[in-house]
């Protein structure tokens, strides 16, 4: 039977293709594998995914029972199919912190690091295999390390996250500065998305004193495309907190280049978030987190109530 290769939920960059990386290795050593999508790739994984010649993978809404998979960038139920554990976990590669959950039915591989990017445990662990890798997996991990890292701007940026996109930028023959203001510019347009979309975009729910969070990043060169629609999108909030089941929506507008983060104020809700996480006076409907990348480093272990 086919192993199918997945990540989390509203996939990005590091999520789809390293599910693409991963199938690709499977397959060379001797494991029929397929990746799959757990809903529609953001704006920059779909340009990754055609700059580097690969046809999007089959969206799938949940797993059937025994059915092989490895599991890549999340180790969290929340963020899985809803089957997922009457499914045959074989693996789990992941650089989050573990969440618990999940169950397998035998002993498994476990692998998770303190790397900003999945696709570089990916790359330690092939060993040898890497010297057949070919240029259009190797710039899937070039790709997932310069969206996960923001360019080495994030402060989940490690030395060997680093080291290895050079690497792979100099055997591929690209400017490292060139080809990320090309995936930070698909990653921007998001003109085409409803509120609704970009709310679930990139988010994760997560928990705190009880209260249930859908923590939404959009990432972006132009944070005024996302901040001219404030309005709209701080009211299609509460839909989508009721439609997912969660209490709120935080969303955080990252922008790239300023290295900071605008977060929306819709309610009194928020405002407390924000000044008891961030340590900030909230006065209007927007708060400025100066040096604010990361939702895994910065935003989320921060969160309080």
Not at 3 to 15: E, I, M, Q, W, Y
């Given at each position: 039977m086919t192993?199918?290769?997945?990540?989390?939920?509203?996939?990005?960059?590091?999520?789809l293709g390293s599910a693409l990386v991963w199938a690709w290795y499977l397959n060379h050593t001797g494991t029929d594998a397929a990746a799959q999508l757990l809903g529609t790739p953001n704006t920059e994984a779909a340009f990754v995914a055609e700059r580097w010649g690969f046809e999007l993978p089959d969206i799938i809404d949940d797993i059937a029972?025994?059915?092989?998979?490895?599991?890549?960038?999340?180790?969290?139920p929340a963020e899985l199919p809803a089957n997922i554990n009457n499914a045959d976990i074989t693996a789990i590669i992941d650089h989050h912190k573990l969440v618990g959950g999940l169950e397998t039915k035998a002993p498994i591989d476990i692998t998770v690091r303190p790397l900003a990017c999945t696709a570089t445990i990916m790359y330690q662990l092939m060993g040898s295999s890497v010297t057949d890798?070919?240029?259009?997996?190797?710039g899937l991990v070039l790709s997932c390390i310069l969206s996960?890292?923001?360019?080495?701007?994030?402060?989940?940026?490690?030395?060997?996250?680093?080291?290895?996109?050079?690497?792979?930028?100099?055997?591929?023959?690209?400017?490292?500065?060139?080809?990320?203001?090309?995936?930070?510019?698909?990653?921007?347009?998001?003109?085409?998305?409803?509120?609704a979309e970009l709310l679930r975009m990139d988010s994760k729910e997560y928990a705190v004193d009880g209260t249930n969070f859908r923590v939404s990043v959009l990432e972006t060169t132009v944070p005024s495309i996302v901040l001219e629609r404030k309005a709209s999108i701080m009211q299609s909030m509460s839909a989508v907190a009721s439609e997912d089941k969660v209490d709120q929506v935080l969303l955080f507008v990252v922008d790239i280049l300023n290295e900071e983060a605008t977060l929306l104020i819709p309610n009194d809700l928020t405002k407390t978030v924000a000044e008891k996480s961030f340590d900030v006076s909230v006065s209007g409907d927007?708060?400025?987190?100066?040096?604010?990348?990361?939702?895994?480093?910065?935003?989320?272990p921060a969160l309080k109530l």
């Open positions: 192993t199918l290769v997945f990540g989390h939920k509203a996939p990005d960059t590091d999520s029972d025994d059915q092989p998979c490895v599991i890549v960038d999340t180790n969290n890798m070919p240029d259009n997996i190797k996960d890292t923001l360019e080495f701007r994030s402060p989940t940026t490690t030395d060997t996250d680093r080291a290895l996109a050079e690497k792979l930028a100099g055997e591929l023959e690209l400017s490292i500065p060139e080809y990320a203001g090309e995936m930070f510019a698909a990653k921007s347009d998001v003109s085409r998305f409803s509120d927007q708060v400025v987190l100066p040096g604010v990348m990361s939702r895994k480093k910065q935003i989320i």
